[in-house]
């Protein structure tokens, strides 16, 4: 009896010593996986950023918070960097990821064309630079000439071509128009404007250089909220001059080409935002005061764009999943000694 009783307890202990060896390895390898998913997790970041002017920064908000929401990748943004020359020379090379685009400016200003692309013959052209432009956002931000529309109805003025008989207008364009390929140099060409002269402001002061009679003409984008108030009026376009600005986003085929969920998150925003949401989107940062971020995340909300299910080992190896083996593995001790005893 006393020595069944003893190979009993050799048994158990044999069964326990299993059990506690197996415990410490699955503990040991569950901190190196979570420390490996923590590196992993550093390592694998992206970066959004954005021009100098209220979309931009509104989009590229709506990008990153996506992202965040829906990955498990570090989101970092570089908001506010500059111009498309800025802009692209940083995707280039490597120092951002990502950033808010629209086709006619790619189509111009970056590639250099004269004539329309479509989006598949965009991006054979980008394709060499390790660059694609994809997720059409559903708006369209064009280009157009606007003026006071008292003045306009004075000078019986309604579109680009009627400027040529008044030259003598005061007009003041973004620093970024009068450079472009598709700016304020070609217009002057299509339309017979060689006579006119412009200076250069920033885009943010110009509808209040145009209310306040120190600017007669300014260029304006279709979405700009200060065209909601209906005391501007934009010229129309007679002679088809600009391009198609579909809104896109443009990033670098190398930096998620592994990582399809990031992918998967910014097909979400494909034909997410109409014109008259962006229009009243920029009228809440640039006319209610509200934060870029603040209005990104309110428009998320709206989407229904929830945040993605924890992944399997987020779950698994949760911040209790080291006390809970630790006790697991004291009762079981207990369990041993009892039983020897």
């Not at 954005?50 to 990748?73: C, G, H, N, Q």
């Not at 479509?118 to 694609?132: G, H, K, M, V, Y």
């Not at 009679?213 to 909220?225: M, P, R, V």
């Not at 945040?307 to 593995?329: C, I, M, N, V, W």
């Amino acid at each position: 009896m006393r020595a069944s009783l003893k190979l009993f307890y050799i048994d158990v202990l044999k069964r326990s010593f299993v059990l506690v060896t197996l415990l410490i390895t699955l503990w040991l390898c569950a901190s190196e996986l979570a420390m490996a998913a923590s590196a992993d997790k550093k390592t694998a970041s992206v970066t959004v950023s954005s021009k100098r002017f209220t979309e931009s920064y509104i989009v590229a908000e709506i990008i990153a918070e996506t992202l965040r929401r829906r990955t498990d990748y570090e989101i970092n943004t570089k908001l506010g960097l500059g111009n498309t020359a800025i802009l692209f020379a940083a995707l280039l090379q490597g120092d951002i990821d990502v950033y808010p685009e629209y086709l006619g400016t790619i189509t111009k200003e970056i590639l250099k064309e004269n004539s329309v692309l479509s989006l598949a013959q965009i991006n054979e052209r980008l394709r060499p630079l390790n660059i694609r432009a994809d997720v059409t956002l559903g708006f369209q931000n064009a280009y157009a000439l606007a003026m006071r529309k008292e003045q306009a109805k004075e000078l019986n003025i309604e579109s680009i071509s009627d400027l040529v008989k008044h030259p003598s207008l005061k007009i003041g364009f973004s620093h970024e128009f009068l450079g472009r390929a598709d700016g304020w140099p070609a217009i002057q060409k299509r339309y017979g404007l060689s006579g006119f002269s412009a200076k250069g402001l920033d885009h943010g002061l110009s509808y209040t250089a145009l209310k306040e009679k120190q600017i007669d003409l300014i260029d304006a984008y279709t979405t700009d909220a200060q065209l909601s108030h209906g005391d501007i009026v934009l010229l129309t376009d007679d002679q088809h001059f600009f391009p198609s600005y579909q809104a896109v986003l443009l990033y670098r085929i190398d930096r998620f080409s592994d990582k399809p969920k990031a992918i998967e998150a910014l097909s979400t925003l494909a034909d997410a935002v109409s014109q008259t949401q962006m229009q009243t989107m920029n009228a809440a940062v640039e006319m209610r005061a509200q934060s870029p971020s603040d209005v990104a995340a309110a428009f998320l909300a709206n989407e229904n764009i929830s945040p993605p299910s924890p992944a399997f080992l987020k779950q698994l190896f949760g911040p209790d999943f080291f006390r809970l083996t630790y006790e697991h593995t004291i009762l079981v001790l207990a369990s041993l000694l009892i039983a020897v005893l």
